[in-house]
């Protein structure tokens, strides 16, 4: 007999994982070992549009994981199912093929893995196997947070109180870590059947997705895998809980000669620098908290033990209070995604929003997507996506308002690009960031809320490094030209003009928002 733990995309953990530790405890209690599957479904990913490097990053993890489970004795088996239809068939005879009777997992909220795990409860209950979920991927998972007549929130502010009374009320039930998980002891590997698959390599995921030999090697120095990258590297260089500078110099260029910034802790500076998109101010945790190899209870734990320390500034509108309510938006985008699946659905959650006249302009996407639009604070953004998978938060608002307001292309051809290129996406956040910029969500930017590019440049990148950084052409211009070099200036560097004027078409936008579904 055994006991199971169905790991998936967004648990890539063995610290603090809820789903795990239980099924590591039911192991040790009945003295049977404990065994953990994971599934690699290309026709989910490809559904999903999952990006490369996610998928990527998943298998990194997983051969990360498979090294500390060897050393604990306990079997990871990676195994490659299609079609995703027969899915929680391929499960259920995987249970029963390592004579298991439990099995254990974290929920996912989105509509295609609820009902798939619908079906697997059913399959599960037919065959006498118990199956138990848990909420982990949230420090308040959806339902916690309603409103007085039992609703979910549809507007930030007042979930995100209700979010921080209940939090820090109940302390040691929403921030506890889950109980470490035990090695299986020699005596109950014993069983033979367990053994051979024991060494199984990590499938490799073939398709359309495989990255570019040269996009891995980015990849794998920007993001290293593990949950020991995730704490020791990120998080900690964040908190400033260690010297890491050297380290991080070499996997970010951007980050090269940032020492004297590096001496401070950067969640000190969060609450009034965090919109510096030249800066290195933000924790570049998302990556990790996505794919769930750090927990958000362990990343918010480590601020509250600085806080106790009294070594950063508490107050709400900075560094920790600020940083923290940004975990709770993650948690907000989760619950609304739950409540209101439409999101998921392609739809916009404001349903009058659907009639939206957009244009239909594929020399625009193709402009946008490459960084090539003539808006250099927008396709500095772009090319940062598109060389390593991350944007900076103030970044991805402005070049999701240029795509849906001044190009007007519909906001889901931006949402399925983002998805298909970042190594943190995640279809709650992105959706509602996407329909946020797009005014088409909940708790949206009013429709006439139109950013000006070039005021978010001067705004967030006032020397121009980060235009500089990520588009070349640029790399000489200094002073104001940076933000919108003249047309004289940019033809003799090969940069595009641009390819629409911010001014002339905010008009047509403004329009056509106002009245959806007229001209
Ligand atoms: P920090 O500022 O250090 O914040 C800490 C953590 O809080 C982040 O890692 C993230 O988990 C969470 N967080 C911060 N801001 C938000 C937010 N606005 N919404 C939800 N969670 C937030 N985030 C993703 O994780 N995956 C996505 O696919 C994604 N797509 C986005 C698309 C658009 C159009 C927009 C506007 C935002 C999107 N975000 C997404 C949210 C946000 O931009 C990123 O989480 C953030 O930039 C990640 O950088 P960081 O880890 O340094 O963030």
Request: overall charge positive; hydrophobic content about 35%.
């Amino acid at each position: 007999r055994s006991v199971v733990h169905w790991m998936r995309m967004c648990d890539l953990r063995l610290v603090d994982n809820r789903a795990l530790s239980r099924a590591s405890i039911e192991a040790k209690e009945n003295n049977i070992p404990l065994v953990i599957l994971f599934v690699v479904s290309p026709q989910d990913y490809i559904a999903h549009d999952r990006s490369a490097r996610r998928i990527d990053f998943t298998l990194r993890n997983l051969e990360v994981l498979k090294t500390s489970l060897n050393e604990m004795n306990i079997p990871l088996y990676a195994i490659t199912h299609s079609p995703r239809t027969s899915l929680p068939e391929r499960v259920i005879s995987f249970v029963q093929s390592v004579d298991a009777t439990c099995l254990f997992a974290n929920m996912e909220y989105e509509v295609d893995e609820l009902r798939r795990d619908i079906k697997v409860c059913q399959l599960a209950k037919t065959n006498n196997i118990k199956t138990t979920f848990f909420h982990d991927k949230c420090i308040a998972e959806p339902g916690l947070c309603m409103t007085k007549d039992g609703r979910a929130y549809t507007v930030y502010s007042p979930y995100q109180r209700l979010w921080s009374t209940i939090v820090n009320g109940n302390l040691d039930t929403y921030m506890r870590e889950a109980p470490p998980i035990a090695a299986n002891s020699a005596e109950v590997m014993k069983d033979p059947t367990l053994s051979p698959l024991f060494e199984q390599p990590i499938p490799e995921f073939v398709g359309g997705f495989k990255l570019e030999t040269n996009n891995k090697d980015v990849m794998t120095r920007v993001w290293p895998a593990g949950h020991d990258a995730a704490k020791e590297v990120v998080l900690s260089r964040f908190l400033r809980t260690k010297a890491r500078a050297s380290q991080l110099g070499e996997v970010d260029p951007l980050l090269e000669g940032a020492e004297e910034s590096d001496r401070k802790s950067r969640l000190k500076e969060y609450g009034n620098a965090r919109d510096r998109v030249d800066k290195d101010t933000t924790s570049r945790l998302s990556a990790y908290l996505a794919a769930g190899v750090i927990s958000p209870r362990e990343c918010v734990r480590a601020t509250m033990e600085l806080q106790k320390a009294g070594k950063v500034d508490t107050s709400r509108e900075n560094g920790i209070g600020r940083w923290v309510q940004e975990i709770a938006w993650r948690d907000f985008y989760v619950s609304v995604l739950a409540y209101y699946p439409r999101v998921s659905m392609g739809r916009p959650f404001q349903e009058k929003m659907a009639n939206v006249v957009w244009e239909n302009n594929e020399e625009h996407l193709k402009a946008w997507q490459e960084g090539k639009t003539g808006v250099p604070i927008v396709d500095a953004a772009m090319r940062q996506l598109n060389s390593m998978g991350w944007m900076h938060n103030r970044m991805r608002m402005t070049v999701a308002m240029f795509l849906s307001k001044d190009l007007m292309l519909d906001w889901r051809l931006g949402e399925r690009y983002f998805m298909q290129n970042l190594i943190d996406g995640d279809l709650a956040s992105n959706n509602g960031g996407w329909q946020w910029s797009a005014s088409t969500g909940v708790d949206p930017a009013p429709y006439f809320r139109l950013f000006n590019p070039y005021n978010q440049s001067t705004k967030g990148d006032p020397n121009g490094e980060y235009i500089r950084h990520f588009v070349p052409e640029l790399k000489n211009v200094w002073g104001p030209d940076i933000h919108n070099p003249p047309a004289k200036l940019a033809e003799k560097l090969g940069y595009p003009l641009p390819i629409v004027k911010h001014h002339e078409v905010r008009e047509r936008a403004l329009r056509r928002y106002k009245n959806p579904g007229k001209e």
